[in-house]
């Protein structure tokens, strides 16, 4: 029997909840509904009065769980969708991320946010929001890509007592299946080798990892041997995993489904070229979404984001050089 990526979120969720009085959940229709994607269901009526539906508030959301989390909780919240998380931008910023540094008191909450897009989402509803939070010292910022690391990286997002901003992606809610849970996974802050080559790596997280695997197999049938690293955690970022697949190979394509200017991917770019421009064999590469508002039209929204194909053609570019 299966188990979805949004199945593993549940679960994790399930396991805290038992494991832990402090811990509760809190949203927009999260406990008879059991939240926009489920993410929720049937957990109201198991852990009675500790799956609260909020106001339709982010503000209001943000304030109560900082709160509830200095006071000895460990708030859970759920954002709709991350896009609606920029109207608890300063309680998330200036009061949760600050507060153990201007206190001494720590500050235990999960923000989850339903990130990326999905075909016939639009602007308001498809944003990846993750370098937007990295910004900020003080916030761990988690993009799991596999069902394994949403399962785990949750659960141990919750034992932190740093605030975290969980970053599920939601076209793999239902898209991604395992056989099974696993039993253990890597520490937070730890990037994965997915794929092993030697000819050019490809360091990429969230969605991205799957179409970059497709992009290395379509590559296969020419020869090239694509390394794939999964960031898994944007902050911290494992900049010594990175520099040791750069090392391997001598060339560097960087993938986000976010906006270009000022995101992860450049981030990457920039610590590669500042610690390892010895390891280069060709100038280092990103790729993005473009850098407009998401389309609504699926064939619009399938253009606008990095497909397997596109990241296919930019490493024989790359390749090439």
């Known amino acids: 029997m299966s188990i979805t990526y949004l199945e593993a979120i549940r679960e994790a969720q399930r396991r805290a909840l038992q494991e832990n009085p402090e811990v509760f959940i809190y949203g927009q229709d999260i406990a008879h509904f059991g939240g926009a994607f489920k993410a929720t269901k049937h ?54 991320a600050t507060h153990f540094w201007r206190t001494g008191v ?5 923000v989850r946010l339903p990130s990326g897009g999905t075909a016939g989402s639009g602007p308001f509803h498809s944003q990846s929001m993750e370098a937007l939070y990295a910004h900020y010292p003080g916030l761990v910022v988690l993009t799991p890509a596999t069902v394994g690391d949403a399962y785990w990286m949750l659960l141990e997002a919750i034992k932190l007592d740093d605030p975290v901003i969980f970053c599920e992606h939601k076209f793999l809610y239902y898209h991604l299946k395992a056989d ?14 997915v794929r092993h080559g030697k000819h050019a790596s490809v360091v990429t997280y969230s969605a991205m990892l799957h179409e970059a695997l497709r992009a290395a197999d379509d590559l296969a049938k020419l020869g090239y041997e694509i390394e794939v690293v999964d960031l898994r955690s944007i902050k911290p970022l494992d900049t010594d995993t990175i520099l040791a697949s750069v090392a391997r190979t001598g060339r560097l394509l960087v ?52 497909t397997a194909s596109s990241i296919a053609q930019a490493l024989r570019g790359l390749l090439g050089f």
């Open 255 to 306: 993938v986000g489904e976010a906006f270009p200017f000022g995101g992860v991917t450049a981030e990457v770019v920039a610590r590669v070229t500042a610690e390892g421009f010895h390891l280069l064999d060709a100038p280092p590469l990103r790729l993005n979404a473009r850098d407009t508002p998401i389309p609504y039209h699926p064939n619009l929204w399938a253009a606008h984001r990095p």
């Open 180 to 193: 099974e849970l696993p039993t253990e996974a890597l520490p937070i802050g730890k990037a994965r080798i």
């Open 43 to 96: 957990l109201a009526r198991d852990f009675p009065g500790r799956v609260l539906d909020s106001p339709i508030s982010e503000d209001a959301m943000m304030g109560l769980a900082i709160g509830a989390a200095i006071d000895g909780m460990r708030p859970i919240v759920e954002m709709q969708f991350a896009d609606f998380s920029s109207i608890a931008f300063n309680q998330i910023i200036n009061q949760a």
């Open 106 to 110: 720590p500050c235990p909450l999960v």
